[in-house]
């Protein structure tokens, strides 16, 4: 398995508050993605990195900001939680290969955030 | 921007009986596809990919998919299903230009005894 750590694995937290969801990897692939997966939206991605402070926006960018200071780690922050942000967060890593993007997804367990 | 659309949100066939699930692509370039499976309470992890060779790709656990140009289909079949398939199923597409990989909405397959 690739070694994927997502932190936390779950939280309960309240409209207004900031959450950062952290994800480790010891695979040293350059790009990690960020994903949120709601019931009937299937896997939406939110943003990716391509390298260490190399980010760009997903789909549904708005009210996340993403940070990757070092290859192994991939900071997604909600800067002030909303109810509509309530959902399983995944971190995938891509390739084989530190240079090549083959596109082959490992995917991290997952983190199951609530916000009440 | 490169898009998936997935027919059905929900398949049930019988066990023993034909998985097909359908995946339609746009992509502005010839793109990577690929499907991937979702058991419950856990991560996805890749069934199998297209990525301009073979268009006829064999995966996993018995599924194939089939590239198709023409109609911009990337089909996921089996010919017998098993009852450890249920699962959630899951297309992408990427058009290896800005490293984006975008999933389709998923479809839940179910198998009947």
């Known amino acids: 398995d690739a070694g994927i750590t997502q932190s936390p694995r779950h939280k309960v937290t309240e409209t207004g508050t900031p959450v950062t969801l952290r994800c480790h990897q010891t695979e040293n692939h350059r790009y990690m993605y960020w994903y949120r997966q709601d019931p009937g939206h299937g896997l939406r991605l939110i943003h990716y990195?391509?390298?260490?402070?190399?980010?760009d926006k997903g789909e549904v960018s708005d009210g996340y900001s993403v940070s990757r200071s070092k290859t192994e780690d991939f900071l997604l922050t909600l800067e002030s939680a909303t109810s509509s942000q309530t959902s399983v967060y995944f971190c995938?890593?891509?390739?084989?290969?530190?240079?090549?993007?083959?596109?082959?997804?490992?995917f991290g367990e997952g983190s199951r955030l609530t916000v009440l | 921007a490169q898009s998936v659309t997935q027919l059905g949100s929900h398949v049930s066939v019988s066990e023993g009986a034909l998985v097909l699930l359908r995946c339609n692509y746009s992509?502005?370039?010839?793109?990577?596809l690929f499907w991937y499976v979702q058991y419950p309470n856990q991560g996805l992890q890749l069934l199998l990919k297209?990525?301009?060779?073979?268009?006829l790709v064999k995966g996993i656990n018995g599924f194939e998919a089939e590239f198709k140009k023409s109609e911009t289909s990337f089909h996921l079949t089996k010919p017998s299903a098993h009852m450890s398939d249920a699962a959630e199923y899951f297309c992408?597409?990427?058009?290896?230009?800005?490293?984006?990989?975008?999933f389709g909405k998923g479809t839940r397959l179910h198998i009947l005894p």
């Open positions: 995938a890593i891509s390739g084989i290969s530190n240079t090549a993007n083959t596109g082959e997804l490992f």
């Open positions: 992408a597409v990427s058009d290896g230009r800005d490293d984006k990989i975008i």
């Open positions: 297209y990525t301009s060779a073979a268009t």
């Open positions: 992509s502005s370039v010839p793109p990577y």
């Open positions: 990195s391509y390298g260490v402070k190399d980010t």
